[in-house]
Nanobody, 123 residues
Framework: VQLQASGGGLVQPEGSLKLSCAAS????????MAWFRQAPGKEREFVAG????????HYADSVKGRLTISRDNAKNTVYLQMNRLKPADTAVYYC?????????????????WGQGTQVTVSS
């Protein structure tokens, strides 16, 4: 499966942004989807994941209550709605896909990656 992330940009603290990740090439609904992020000088970290049918989600503690992952299997797209953004959320955001039955939080559990989209939170 090929993944194409979009929607990043510059936003002020407490602002909102919505990322999208369009998938192509294989049956989208068979993949668990996730968003990871990588800030300058830091390792890539798990942000949020969603089950194949969208019925289950899992979030990193640092984003709970502010970021929401969702998917539309008819459109082969996964989203990340980001509200009340903080400067600490500044990073390159990557979408990832895993041909599994569970929502993993480790990079090695995801075999497919998008190219990343930059999110900068600054006044």
């Amino acid at each position: 499966v090929q993944l194409q992330a979009s929607g990043g940009g510059l936003v002020q603290p407490e602002g909102s942004l919505k990322l999208s990740c369009a998938a192509s090439g294989r049956t989208f609904s068979r993949f668990v989807m996730a968003w990871f992020r990588q800030a300058p000088g830091k390792e890539r970290e798990f942000v949020a994941g969603i089950s194949r049918n969208g019925g289950s989600t899992h979030y990193a503690d640092s984003v709970k209550g502010r970021l929401t992952i969702s998917r539309d299997n008819a459109k082969n797209t996964v989203y990340l709605q980001m509200n009340r953004l903080k400067p600490a959320d500044t990073a390159v955001y990557y979408c990832a896909a895993a041909d599994t039955y569970y929502i993993g939080t480790l990079m090695r559990e995801y075999g497919y990656w998008g190219q990343g989209t930059q999110v900068t939170v600054s006044s």
